[in-house]
Nanobody, 136 residues
Framework: EVQLQASGGGLVQPGGSLRLSCAAS????????IGWFRQAPGKEREGVSC???????????DSLEGRFTISISRDNHRKAVVYLQLNNLKPEDTATYYC??????????????????????????WGQGTQVTVSS
């Protein structure tokens, strides 16, 4: 069974940091693009960032102003985890954050492309979401 597991959310004060993690079971990330999305109450889900699992291409939501960083790490067994480092958090970053896998990215160079990788419909598998709350 293919599953994505997002974790690392929590309550943090404005200006604080969090690191979100996305791990897969039932498949590997190899060749695919992994995206992070967020959805605030009453708002549409928006694409935050994307990383190509093998080519390292990345994209970011323009409004983030460089505060978030996406990365990928593999252990000795090539099991990969995708991280999203959130720095200088603001109350408007409060949302449920989801990771998702785009399998068709294996056919695309670069794997992450802003026009494609920030659209919900580009992704095949979704994690359950992790809540990020930024409040004093």
């Amino acid at each position: 069974e293919v599953q994505l597991q997002a974790s690392g959310g929590g309550l943090v004060q404005p200006g604080g940091s969090l690191r979100l993690s996305c791990a897969a079971s039932g498949f590997t990330f190899d060749g695919y693009a992994i995206g992070w999305f967020r959805q605030a109450p009453g708002k549409e889900r928006e694409g935050v960032s994307c990383i190509g699992s093998t080519d390292g291409s990345t994209t970011y939501l323009d409004s983030l102003e460089g505060r978030f960083t996406i990365s990928i790490s593999r252990d000795n067994h090539r099991k990969a985890v995708v991280y999203l480092q959130l720095n200088n958090l603001k109350p408007e970053d409060t949302a449920t954050y989801y990771c998702a896998a785009d399998l068709s990215a294996a056919m695309r160079i670069p794997r992450c492309n802003y026009e494609v990788s920030h659209k919900i419909q580009s992704y095949d598998y979704w994690g359950q979401g992790t809540q990020v709350t930024v409040s004093s």
